[in-house]
């Protein structure tokens, strides 16, 4: 019979509690480590530290013949910083700077700071990007709203460059909306979009969970903000959203068609929004951004031609933009606005959407080479515009506040914090904050594999089908592992909110159980975790030690165990010679007690014939097939005790004490 084997798979489940971490704030993922701005302007993150980069993205460019401006941008990373893709709400590159094959087409529009991308959560291969469609036409103060559409993004298509999902591009979701749009994580394995109607005063909150996006938002009718077009050079405002998820600052057009900014509480369980505060009231209310503290204290605000608010600039003779401070952690609405800072009066010449860096400082595009604090301070020279700039290069700068926890102008606002490479700009925008959601308490199922090879293999561990978001015990990411020794490998794995833990108990050289015979010993030629032997296929009740002493001829097999793997070693056909079949008969005879006072037993699993003789050969005692013989009526001293079979082979001879004590 050929040698058999088997490899030992043991599953255990074990059921662990996972305690939920404390909410992560969005700045600090690496998904975040990559922004791309329009007119080919860049940045990403090592070690916390900016480094200017570019992008593929125009300023103009025609869709058709209607020309395009860009005023929008989002991008993503992978969990380890590297950039997946970006778009404009028009176009999509991947991160070769490629278009991707279907990623032309968006509808886009011009609302300030309305692109973002976020994750699908039950496929974490899969991206939404959300944007503001329609081109609202300021200067004639016109009345469009902007719709809410959002296109799907899968990463494993188009050779893991990514690419539209057919039949999911420019799906419309919402239409009436103001062109604000922040997003937050939930408390329940989602996220929160949250938008502003353009004519009324509601939030309408849109859930994104484990099942897609819910088409009937939260509605929260609350506050001053959106009531009707403001008029010639107005803007659509502006949402910030904390940190920790708990408040949203929003700025816009209030009531009475005042421009104002303010404060609500947020409810990240059920989406509501309450207690309006109005923080501030604005001579003006053109391109503005609203920018929380890493500590959620602080609150920035920049706006274009802030009016009154500007010493430098009073009456909005040129374009500018200024940045100032609140201390929202003060209790009234009054308090707050008096603690209103002016930081800079001449930021840049455009607008400026802030974002904050995984380094914790808050961002914002600034002066583009000439002086804002005069008419001449434009991006471009008279008679040119984005995308045709053909004079000598400008110097664009990203301002940052170094400081954004410190209250007043200790927040250390530098304006020429980054200089951006020549011809690029990170003008209007700064590209949407990637959010995904918290992992919530869950228990997950942790599988305990034992796999077996033979000496000098590999073996490949592959993690679950159906999983994401693979993290191996080396720090590996991919969905298999290739290991060439023992030991135990562990891969974690799942969605956004639910993850398992796979364990590997790998061990490369399993066991070969050999037997071996010496005299009517059976043993193994190394030591093993566990011995089963076994006669003719039947296992032998109580036979697990390393060694077994045959006493019947037949086939012999012994079952081992090493590191959770198992293999049964051939058959050994064992045949006892008499000689060898007495004297393994005689080992499993036990006399006792011995010395004895009254009775010896005798303890065999075959029949076995007693004689006893005195020591000088007198027969004094005989009996046959019996389990104890009685010493009565004998004197006390020394006797021979003779042991045979059935058939009177003689086992052997044992001396025999008599003792009356």
């Known amino acids: 019979m050929q040698m058999m084997k088997r490899c030992l798979c043991a599953l255990l489940l074990l059921c662990l509690w996972a305690k939920s971490p404390a909410q992560q704030p969005a700045w ?36 058709g013949t209607t020309p395009v401006i860009t005023v929008n941008a989002a991008s993503v990373a992978d969990a380890n910083g590297d ?50 469609c329609g081109n609202i036409d300021f ?18 298509l188009n050779n893991g460059l990514g690419d539209v999902v057919a039949g999911q591009k420019n799906v419309l979701l919402q239409n009436n909306l103001s062109g604000a749009m922040k997003a937050v994580p939930g408390t329940d394995c989602n996220i929160w979009l949250i938008t502003h109607d353009l004519y009324n005063t509601e939030f309408k909150v849109f859930e994104i969970g484990n099942t897609g996006i ?39 057009n209030g009531g009475e068609l005042v421009p104002i900014v303010e404060l609500f509480d947020f409810n990240r369980t059920t989406a509501a929004i309450t207690n309006p505060m109005v923080i501030d009231t604005l001579s003006f209310a053109f391109g503005m951004s609203l920018c929380f503290s890493p500590d959620n204290q602080k609150l920035y605000l920049s706006l274009l031609n802030p009016g009154g608010m500007s010493p430098a600039n009073p009456d909005n003779l040129h374009v500018e933009s200024s940045l100032f401070q609140y201390n929202t952690a003060l209790s009234s609405a009054a308090a707050i606005k008096n603690s209103r800072v002016l930081l800079s009066d001449s930021v840049s010449s455009y607008n400026n959407v802030m974002r904050m860096g995984p380094d914790g400082k808050i961002y914002l595009p600034a002066s583009y080479g000439g002086d804002t604090s005069t008419t001449n301070g434009y991006f471009y020279p008279a008679g040119s515009g984005p995308g045709n700039y053909s004079g000598a290069p400008f110097q664009a700068y990203l301002g940052c506040i170094q400081n954004p926890n410190t209250a007043g102008v200790g927040c250390n606002f530098n304006r020429h914090a980054v200089a951006l490479p020549a ?24 599988h305990d594999t034992a796999a077996c090879k033979p000496a000098g293999d590999t073996l490949v561990l592959q993690a679950p089908a159906g999983a994401y978001h693979f993290l191996w015990d080396d720090g590996s990411t991919g969905s298999r592992r290739t290991v060439n020794t023992s030991g135990t490998y562990y891969v974690r794995h799942g969605n956004y909110c639910h993850y398992g833990v796979d364990t590997f108990v790998v061990v490369i050289g399993n066991p070969e159980a050999v037997i071996v015979r010496t005299s009517n010993t059976l043993s193994t030629t190394q030591p093993f975790d566990t011995y089963q032997w076994y006669r003719n296929s039947d296992e032998i009740a109580g036979a697990t030690n390393s060694t077994y002493t ?38 499993q005879v036990r006399i006792y007690p011995n010395p004895a006072k009254d009775i010896v037993y005798i303890q065999a699993p075959f029949a076995v014939r007693v004689a006893i003789s005195s020591i000088d050969g007198r027969l004094i005692r005989q009996q046959s097939e019996t389990k104890e013989i009685s010493l009565s009526g ?17 086992l052997r001879v044992e001396k025999l004490v008599k003792s009356g004590q």
């Not at 090592?46 to 103009?60: E, F, K, W, Y």
């Not at 778009?87 to 700071?113: F, Q, R, V």
């Not at 004998?634 to 003689?650: A, E, P, T, V, W």
């Open 28 to 63: 600090t993922l690496k998904e975040n480590n990559q922004w791309k701005f329009y007119q080919y302007g860049g940045l990403h993150f090592v070690s916390n530290a900016p480094v200017p980069d570019t992008s593929a993205m125009q300023g103009q460019y025609s869709s």
């Open 83 to 132: 950039l997946l893709f970006y778009t404009d709400a028009y176009n999509i590159w991947d991160k070769e700077h490629h278009l991707m094959p279907g990623g032309t087409g968006l509808s886009g529009g011009n609302a300030l700071d309305a692109a973002l991308v976020l994750p699908v959560i039950d496929n974490p291969e899969r991206y939404y990007i959300f944007y503001m």
């Open 139 to 156: 200067l004639g103060a016109t009345t469009n709203a902007y719709e809410l559409r959002y296109t799907i993004v899968d990463m494993s």
């Open 214 to 252: 819910s088409t009937t938002p939260v509605t929260s009718a609350v506050g001053n903000g959106a009531v009707g077009f403001m008029g010639p050079l107005s803007f659509v405002g502006n949402i910030a959203v904390a940190h920790n998820g708990t408040k949203i600052a929003f700025g816009q």
């Open 423 to 446: 011809y690029s700009s990170g003008a209007e925008t700064m590209g949407g904050i990637f959010v995904k959601p918290d992992v919530a308490d869950t228990t997950y199922a942790r």
């Open 550 to 587: 045959v006493t019947q001829n037949g086939q012999y097999q012994v079952a081992v165990t090493k590191g959770g793997c198992k293999d049964t070693s051939a058959i050994f056909d064992m045949v006892l010679s008499s000689i060898d079949d007495l004297s393994a008969m005689a080992q």
């Open 634 to 650: 004998m004197d006390n001293g020394i006797y021979f005790l003779q042991l045979s079979d059935k058939n009177d082979r003689l």
